[in-house]
């Protein structure tokens, strides 16, 4: 199968054939694969090179000018290096783009550090009015890169991994889907958690909800969710732990609840190694997870 | 020159120390300020096409104030031609005005970008060049004026660097160069954008003819710089 990241190039080739406002800004990485759409649409497809602030500004000065810039690179170079030019070229310009990253958190652990970026969520919730996309499936990632585009001069970030769950899921851009009802506790995965946490909760009477579009949160399907499964909430996220807590929080603001945040740990683990070791030194393999929801809701029941 | 009216009054070059004047609670950016002074009127009294009337239209000319530090010489031009009320003047500052000691482009009618952190300008202008070339608008002409200090920032590097090869021929960059540089630069402002395939001119800041050749100088094919040199910030 191929990955998030493989379907970019080739979805945006076809976005760019049927849409003339759109533009493809890159910074090296990934402009092998625009090749034939670079020759087709020689303005739209510009790599700047390895500038990552210019990225930004440049991507910006297009859509000042009308267009609908999409701007990729790995999320450590699109989100943290250029974190201003995010803030003040996108935002208080009052400008849109849409930022697509690959890496994730720790898409090749091989490389180390310097390419993972599981705060860029966080980072980007320091900011207003981004939407912020987390597919889990190839396909997911397309429909949402698709809806990205189209979301007229909106500020988007699409995050793709090459880590994916087996089955897509019909995604629409906005809400959280119910992929399992149960009485004894919701538990929100994001992205590409979901088999892990579908695996860990075999046996849990939990409520399963599947988040790709986690910007805005989507606050009423986890409160009517905790209508019928308790206001016990674990949240499952593939980059840095707790960055939904808040949002989690404000939805329940006016309900007594818990919840459990797992995902990413922030301190730096110093190890290279495979996905599949990374994903279970940070506790988030299925055997990981089922301990830990587990306790979660066995405490809350022994409690009551 | 001193052709725009608004109501039924017209503001020359003599006029801008007063629509200065106007302003106060700026005291920290007042020597940024009338670095600028001479170089933006020149702009917009002789240069830039498009004026009030044509905010918004697709084929004017683009004005994009990097420098934003001190933007009273910018905003009594604004007046001066008509963007803004020589009344919005008054409330420089203050929490009910649009004019702050930063411009933001939401606020105030025909500035095209927010600034004040240094090293946005020249890769917005950047982006807006390529976003014109792209959709076929090779007409309008895009500025961005710069301090030789802000030069300092890796953000203009970068856009100096692409611009000259990627070959923004409707790309100007001009640069108030009152001497307030950390550093030295060996060879001088101009030989930065030189050496990156940029057409370039240094002329006297205050030289309203100098600057007028320097500006409409041809540049085929290359971005165009300007290094305007005023007195030194700290003599």
């Not at chain 2, 940024?32 to 004026?51: E, K, M, N, Q």
């Amino acid at each position: 199968m191929d990955t998030m990241r493989d379907r970019f190039a080739p979805t945006l080739t076809r976005i760019l054939d049927e849409d003339p406002r759109v533009a493809v800004v890159l910074a090296v990485i990934g402009a092998d694969a625009f090749g034939e759409a670079r020759r087709r649409h020689p303005g739209r497809v510009i790599d700047v090179g390895i500038r990552e602030q210019l990225l930004i500004g440049a991507g910006a000065g297009l859509a000042l000018t009308g267009m609908r810039p999409v701007v990729h690179t790995f999320a450590s170079f699109l989100v943290e290096r250029p974190f201003e030019q995010v803030k003040l070229d996108l935002g208080h310009q009052d400008a849109g783009a849409v930022l697509v990253s690959a890496a994730a958190s720790y898409d090749w652990p091989a490389g180390g550090f310097t390419h993972m970026a599981p705060g860029d969520v966080a980072l980007m919730d320091t900011l207003d009015g981004w939407t912020v996309h987390v597919p889990g499936h190839p396909d997911e990632a397309e429909t949402l890169l698709r809806h990205a585009v189209a979301a007229g001069d909106d500020k988007v970030y699409v995050r793709l991994s090459t880590q994916s769950n087996t089955r897509a899921l019909p995604v629409d851009g906005h809400g959280f889907l119910t992929v399992r009802e149960g009485r004894r506790g919701v538990v929100v995965a994001v992205g590409t958690t979901l088999d892990a946490v579908l695996t860990a909760t075999e046996h849990l009477d939990v409520t399963v909800l599947y988040a790709t579009t986690v910007r805005p949160f989507d606050a009423e399907s986890l409160r009517r969710a905790t209508d019928s499964a308790g206001t016990d909430v674990v949240l499952v996220e593939p980059y840095l732990a707790g960055t939904s807590t808040p949002a989690a929080s404000e939805a329940l603001s006016d309900r007594p609840h818990r919840v459990l945040a797992l995902g990413v740990g922030r301190r730096e683990l110093r190890r290279y190694g495979t996905v599949e070791e990374h994903t279970a030194a940070h506790g988030l393999d299925p055997a990981s997870l089922r301990e830990r929801i587990g306790a979660f809701l066995g405490r809350r029941t022994a409690a009551a | 020159m001193t052709i725009t009216e608004e109501l039924g009054r017209t503001y020359g070059y003599d006029d801008l120390a007063w629509l200065m004047g106007r302003m106060t609670g700026d005291e920290k950016h007042g020597p940024a300020a009338t670095s600028t002074l001479d170089v933006v009127w020149v702009l917009y009294d002789r240069v830039l096409r498009g004026g009030p009337e044509r905010i918004g239209d697709p084929g004017r000319d683009r004005f994009l104030l990097s420098k934003g530090h001190g933007p009273m010489a910018y905003y009594a031009v604004l007046a001066a031609k008509g963007f803004l009320p020589v009344e919005w003047l008054d409330g420089f500052g203050s929490y009910a005005s649009p004019l702050g000691h930063h411009p933001d482009r939401t606020l105030i009618p025909g500035v095209e970008i927010g600034s004040g952190s240094l090293g946005h300008g020249l890769p917005l202008a950047v982006g807006t060049a390529l976003g014109l070339r792209a959709q076929g608008l090779d007409d309008p002409a895009v500025w961005v004026l710069v301090g030789d200090a802000e030069l300092d920032e890796g953000s203009n590097h970068e856009a100096i660097a692409f611009a000259g090869p990627a070959g923004l021929d409707r790309l100007h960059t001009v640069v108030v160069d009152n001497s307030s540089a950390t550093h030295s630069r060996p060879g001088g402002i101009a030989a930065r954008f030189e050496v990156a395939g940029w057409s370039t001119a240094t002329v006297d800041g205050r030289d309203h003819e100098a600057l007028y050749e320097a500006f409409t100088a041809p540049h085929p094919g290359r971005p165009h710089a300007v290094v305007a040199r005023v007195e030194p910030k700290n003599p």
